[in-house]
């Protein structure tokens, strides 16, 4: 894999995240308090759902090969009603576990290396990718109780390698693998998608191929926390993407979705991918499907990871209600270049529904 830093384009006026302290480094000196920055009272009058029956639509991809097979035109129907009603779905009978398993095992090798290893690959000032926390643009805003590693490894040509882990040795690899084969689902995802929304499936699949696709993968971790019905692993948000595949690391479960004004728990079926709308999703079906607020919440007892992968059109695209869904209808969203579109998003805060806010026309 050649290091391509010669050819990457200047990602500083994008902006970054303020240095904060490593939570996991934090949460090994046996706190008795946790300091206040990470305390959120307003969390525990929060309802959260108790009822275990109220999950996810679960959506087999294996039924969805072909036009014509047994069950694809019910399982199509799903996946409409999945992305229209609840912008999240587990999508299972995939056929990557294999790059799943061996991305999960050197994601948990990474985070359990020294500090000053891990540190090697730490996010500079006004730099988006590298180890730390994102989103932290003040001195005074409250803290998420966890770590991550940010990566983009689509388009390639952009790739810098400085960050990439070179611990565990195979780390580079694995992730080149997983970066290719879960850009192969989601095309797939999108593609059937243009289908449910009435448009040639090309017409999204053009701007989320290998050459044109913009891939975020963001590893997360979130060590036990003594007070944790007060923190939060990640604030409440919706994701500005076009969708996000999500893969649980470990069996602790974190994951909440906001339905009706609650927050649902997610339970992972074992090996499945969980899938999300994003904002560009729903500017770009101008609000016929909707992304959702989650939040990530910590266990007391135990650490818990994922590896959030995120994908989104070209930098070169421009970001808006696509054309073929707005004919004879009033656009509900602004449209801008894909440029600007990041620069909304990375300079602000995680916080509900934000960034799109922004795009929505008054």
Known sequence: MEDNTEELINRTDYGGSIPVDNVQALASKDLKDVPVRYIRLDI???????????????????????????????????????????????LVNHGI??????????????????????????????????????????????????????????????????????????FRETLDVYSNKLCGVSMKLFKLISINLGIEPEVMGKKFDLENCTQGIRMNYYPPCP?????????????????TLLVQVNEVQGLQIKKNSKWVPIKPIPGSIIVNVGDVMEIMSNGEYGSIEHRAVV????????????????????????????????????????????????????????????????
């Open 299 to 362: 266990d007391f007892e135990k650490e818990r990871l994922s590896i959030a992968a995120f994908h989104s059109p070209g930098l070169e695209a421009m970001v808006g209600p696509l054309p073929e869904l707005v004919k004879g209808k009033t656009p509900k969203y602004k449209t801008i270049d894909a440029h600007e579109y990041v620069k909304l998003t990375i300079n602000s805060k995680l916080d509900g529904k934000c960034p799109i806010d922004h795009m929505k026309i008054q």
């Open 97 to 170: 576990s294999e790059a799943i398993d061996a991305m999960k095992k050197v994601t948990e090798e990474f985070f359990k290396l020294p500090l000053d290893e891990k540190m090697k690959y730490a996010q500079l000032p006004s730099t988006i990718e590298g180890y730390g926390q994102a989103f932290v643009l003040s001195e005074e805003q409250k803290l998420d109780w966890g770590d991550m590693l940010f990566l983009l490894p689509l388009p390639v040509s952009l790739r810098n390698l400085r960050f990439w882990p070179k611990n565990p040795n195979s």
């Open 227 to 243: 007070e944790a019905r007060k923190v939060l692993g990640l604030a409440p948000h919706s994701d500005a993407t076009g969708l």
């Open 44 to 90: 525990e009058s929060e309802e959260v759902l108790a009822d275990e029956s109220l999950q996810i639509p679960v959506i087999d991809i294996s039924r969805l090969a072909a036009a014509g097979q047994l069950g694809y035109d019910d399982e199509l129907a799903k996946l409409h009603v999945a992305c229209r009603d609840w912008g999240f779905f587990q």
